[in-house]
Nanobody
């Protein structure tokens, strides 16, 4: 089983930045950041397939950057220009999805492994 541990969440004012980290116990070909706000469905915000350009939810594109340190098996999400609507619980996810399916449109059920989440709160 792949263990995922997120860190870096916190509370910031609108326009601020945060950098989330996800330490994975082993390599997986597809990793992603999901978020879930109260009363809303869990949604992918940034997805990274091995050897493929990162993919983003449209609303965060240009503000969020997903990257990975393969030597450390650590996934990162840098979030800039944060908005109140970015508030939510952010989850690191991993799975064996091929690049064709490792996209921002992939539903949560497509991923096999999940971290416990880290809260991000953006105040106006």
């Amino acid at each position: 089983q792949v263990q995922l541990v997120e860190s870096g969440g916190g509370s910031v004012q609108a326009g601020g930045s945060l950098r989330l980290s996800c330490a994975a116990s082993t390599y997986t070909r597809c990793m992603a950041w999901f978020r879930q706000a109260p009363g809303k469905e869990r949604e992918a915000v940034a997805v990274l397939a091995s050897g493929v350009i990162p993919r983003y939810k449209r609303s965060v594109e240009g503000r969020f950057t997903i990257s990975k340190d393969n030597d450390k098996n650590t996934l990162y999400l840098r979030m800039d220009s944060l908005k109140p609507e970015d508030t939510g619980m952010y989850y690191c996810a991993a799975g064996s999805l091929s690049s064709a399916y490792c996209t921002a449109a992939a539903p949560p059920g497509n991923y096999n492994y999940w971290g416990q989440g880290t809260q991000v709160t953006v105040s106006s």
